[in-house]
């Protein structure tokens, strides 16, 4: 087996061929043949309102009428249902109200005069959410029902308990949903246990109801309990695509991936199956992360390529928002060049829609894809147009971090003066913006600026640098203030203030080590420590680099640093003996263990700002990708495609 082929710990042996069949049948609306029978149209009519195609549900209900089985009053009167409701929401009133006297016939033939009567008088407030008021008139027939119920099956009980329910979770009452549900739930059991007829579709979609409600209100294991029944019953694809979500999501938040990844594959099958696209791209983009986070990027982008399929042909609006996953993803793989394509095709899309956020976004993940090819000019192109876009747009924090960005990609090539012009833009746009927007922005550019300003010789570099220290000190950023400060030291050293810069960064020492950060603490006493020493101050210096070689955790590299330091020191104070020794001392240093892996940075005294600027800058720009993407990756399952159509033992369509 090549590595390619070994499986990834925690995700599904068989996962890249799963989804690679739904992958290429991603042209076809259903995997099976037309229905036979009328319980079988009934399904399709339930699977395509769930995909949002009403005309199909329509039609498929029509054709459930002609099929095998449509006399049968039982299921007549279930398509019948179907029907009105694909009417109701329609906005076709008249029909609605005609298949409901209909189906009311029908139940006073069957034997249910009152159930008729009362289905007829409330009309369609059992086919949709009810308004405040209707659901003031539902309770006022609540109670009589309930007294009707205990002697007979002659009853709109469980519409009017499900409908109550649906309109409490529109009002955020949770609990009271809960327990209508569940009284819902047990006229329901009891009748099949009485041998009574109950459509399997009106347990299922009852019992799918009470599970998002369970999982709306952070009850996660009886949620999965009663996705378990669901599942154990008779259900359609629609239905049991939807449980494996919720369980997916279930595992997902207990920390269960292996589990999760497993159940959010099926529930990518079945809603691609179903047809229900919206449902199949949100699966497939929650098994997207899970691959990623376990490790295997291939997998990932597969998952992605199919939510981005499923969403296209579904036209469903989060499209965009998947393709910019797919090709972050790809960039996250350093597959580059492929990620070029994808993301300028996205490019083209978002700028023909003239959906300036979404171009943006696009621009700024094409940027990178084009800096990490060699073409550093046209990413500091496409960032330039997406800072506009954002600005356009009125996200001004967005728009100064693409400045960032872009100053940032422009000191790494020792284009100096045009990066100050990027910082000097970003913090011109972040002084606009609201601190709950994005606090962090104008220290962030007044950080960079400063620097930059100071390797230019300008003074003002200093000010600049004072007042994001003082921001981060406002906002109790310990970390940022030492950060800040030590960055303040580096730059009066650039400005040739040796006792400023050596006081600074002796202060930097000490914030860094408040912050439990004792491998930066040691970086800034070194600069410290080889500021003296190229001031000649010998024997202080000497005895700052001596207190670095006796800090137990300080990391190998700055041992090394700090004992050459030392023989450099030792011979500027003519003791050529004491000189010797720290250079074997330093030798040795290099073979010894280092007490934290993590720490091993490489030789250089001094950390390479602008690198640690860019990952920062890639790492806040992947926020933002991931930001749009949070309804995408981890949908909530408690929002049904049309939770108000569950009423009654029929089956909720649309």
């Not at 376990?294 to 992605?304: K, P, T, V, Y």
């Not at 091993?600 to 990952?615: C, K, W």
């Not at 108000?644 to 369509?653: M, N, W």
Request: hydrophobic share 45%.
């Amino acid at each position: 087996m090549s590595e390619e082929d070994t499986p990834t710990p925690g995700l599904p042996e068989d996962l890249a061929p799963r989804l690679g069949a739904v992958l290429a049948r991603r042209s076809l609306t259903n995997s099976q043949d037309d229905p036979e029978t009328a319980r079988g149209w009934l399904d399709a009519s339930y699977e395509a309102a769930y995909a949002e195609d009403l005309a199909l549900a329509g039609r498929a209900a029509r054709a459930g009428l002609q099929a095998r089985g449509g006399q049968d009053p039982f299921n007549r009167a279930g398509l019948l249902r179907a029907l009105a409701s694909v009417a109701e929401m329609q906005g076709d009133h008249a029909a609605a109200t005609r298949y409901i006297a209909e189906r009311a016939q029908l139940l006073v033939e069957a034997g249910y005069p009152h159930q008729a009567r009362m289905e007829s008088e409330l009309g369609t407030m059992l086919l949709r959410e009810p308004e405040s008021f209707e659901a003031t008139v539902l309770e006022g027939v609540l109670e009589a029902e309930r007294a009707r119920s205990a002697r007979s099956v002659d009853t709109v009980l469980p519409d009017v308990l499900v409908a109550l329910a649906v309109r409490n979770v529109e009002d955020g009452r949770l609990d009271p949903a809960v327990d209508l549900l569940e009284e819902c739930l047990d006229i329901l059991d009891a009748r099949v246990g009485a041998g009574i007829a109950v459509a399997p579709e009106s347990l299922s979609s009852t019992r799918m109801f009470l599970a998002h409600v369970h999982l709306m209100s952070h009850e996660p294991e009886s949620a999965a309990e009663v996705a378990d029944d669901v599942l154990a019953g008779k259900a359609n694809r629609a239905v049991r695509a939807a449980m494996w979500m919720l369980k997916a999501v279930v595992a997902h938040e207990l920390g269960d991936a292996a589990q999760a990844a497993a159940d959010a594959l099926r529930a990518v099958e079945l809603h691609a199956a179903a047809g229900v696209r919206k449902g199949a791209a949100s699966a497939a983009a929650l098994l997207a992360g899970l691959a990623h986070d376990a490790g295997d990027q291939q997998s990932s982008i597969l998952a992605w390529k199919v939510a981005v399929a499923q969403a296209e042909q579904g036209e469903v609006p989060e499209a965009s928002d998947l393709t910019l996953a797919l090709g972050h993803q790809l960039l996250e793989a350093e597959e580059h060049a492929l990620a070029e394509r994808v993301l300028a095709g996205l490019v083209r899309r978002e700028e023909a829609a003239r959906r300036l956020p979404g171009l943006a976004r696009a621009l700024v993940d094409l940027g990178h894809a084009a800096r990490h090819q060699g073409r550093p000019d046209e990413a500091l192109e496409h960032w330039d147009r997406a800072s506009g876009l954002f600005q356009e747009a009125g996200s001004l924090a967005e728009a100064a971090r693409m400045c960032l960005a872009a100053g940032a990609l422009l000191n790494r090539q020792e284009r100096a003066e045009d990066a100050a012009e990027r910082f000097s833009r970003a913090v011109e746009l972040a002084r606009r913006v609201e601190d709950e927007d994005d606090p962090a922005v104008l220290p962030q550019a007044l950080h960079a600026l400063g620097h930059v300003l100071c390797e230019l010789g300008q003074e003002r570099g200093v000010a600049l640098l004072d007042e994001a220290i003082a921001l981060a000190q406002d906002s109790s950023a310990a970390w940022h203030e030492a950060d800040f400060t030590d960055t303040r030291a580096r730059g009066l050293w650039a400005l040739r203030q040796g006792p400023a810069a050596v006081s600074s960064a002796l202060t930097a020492a000490d914030l860094f080590a408040a912050s439990q950060d004792t491998t930066a603490a040691s970086n800034a006493e070194l600069f410290a420590a080889y500021v003296l020493l190229e001031q000649e101050r010998a024997e202080e210096a000497a005895s700052l680099f001596r207190m670095i070689t006796e800090q137990q955790d300080t990391a190998r590299y700055l041992r090394m640093a700090a004992w050459l330091g030392l023989a450099q020191s030792l011979d500027l104070a003519g003791d050529e003996e004491g000189a010797a020794l720290a250079r074997l001392r330093a030798d040795a240093a290099s073979s010894e263990q280092d007490p934290d892996p993590q720490a091993e940075q490489g030789g250089d005294a001094e950390p390479d700002l602008d690198q640690a600027l860019d990952q920062a800058l890639d790492l806040a720009l992947e926020l933002d990708a991931d930001q749009a993407l949070d309804e995408v990756r981890d949908p909530d399952p408690g929002q049904d495609p049309d939770p108000d159509a569950d009423q009654d033992g029929d089956p909720p369509v649309g």
